[in-house]
């Protein structure tokens, strides 16, 4: 995990940025605008509805704070260009459109670690005790050791 941070950050796909937006605590995510929606409570101390993930149901509230992002954002052209050379890489067609408009819409840039003082038992981020390795980021690199990352990755 520590390698692969460390190569990320050196091509420049993870830089340090404030984020800024809803985040459920209960789900552990950030969740885009326009997946957020008003529901029938009522906060007693505001007055106003609470917000939820439409996807969850779960509660979310806004949230400013200063973690790693990966510029995903940069990845939406070529994923793009691979999809329409690779019609049938997403398949039954209805999620080969659904996908298709997720990279036409453009992708978002994702934070990749959280404030350790909010996520202590994950993997500390290389060079910065303040910051833990969030999940996503960590898991995904089990799929890599797998194929022999980051000491073979050049024979699979």
């Known amino acids: 995990v ?4 460390r190569k990320l950050h050196s091509a ?3 830089y340090q940025g404030k984020y800024e937006g809803w985040y459920s605590t ?6 885009p605008d326009n997946k957020v929606t008003d529901s029938t409570s009522v906060n007693k101390t505001t007055g106003q509805n609470i917000k939820v993930s439409i ?24 994923l793009q260009q691979w999809l329409d050379s690779n019609p049938r890489a997403v398949y039954p067609d209805k999620y080969h459109t659904m996908v298709r408009g997720w990279l036409e819409e453009g992708l978002e840039d994702l934070s990749v670690s959280r404030q350790r003082d ?3 038992w994950g993997i500390p981020a290389p060079d910065d005790p303040e910051q833990t390795i969030y999940v996503w980021l960590d898991a ?3 799929y890599l050791t797998v194929c ?8 699979h």
Not at 2 to 5: F, P, T, V, Y
Not at 26 to 31: G, I, L, R, T, W
Request: glycine share 8%; charged share 25%.
């Open 2 to 5: 520590e390698h692969l941070w």
């Open 12 to 14: 420049g796909y993870i």
């Open 26 to 31: 209960s789900d552990e995510a950030f969740v």
């Open 55 to 78: 996807e969850t149901g779960s509660q979310v509230e806004w949230m400013k704070e200063e973690n790693y992002m990966f510029r995903l954002s940069e990845f939406g052209p070529r």
């Open 118 to 120: 909010r996520l202590p």
């Open 140 to 142: 995904l690199v089990n």
């Open 148 to 155: 022999g990352y980051p000491d073979n990755h050049h024979a």
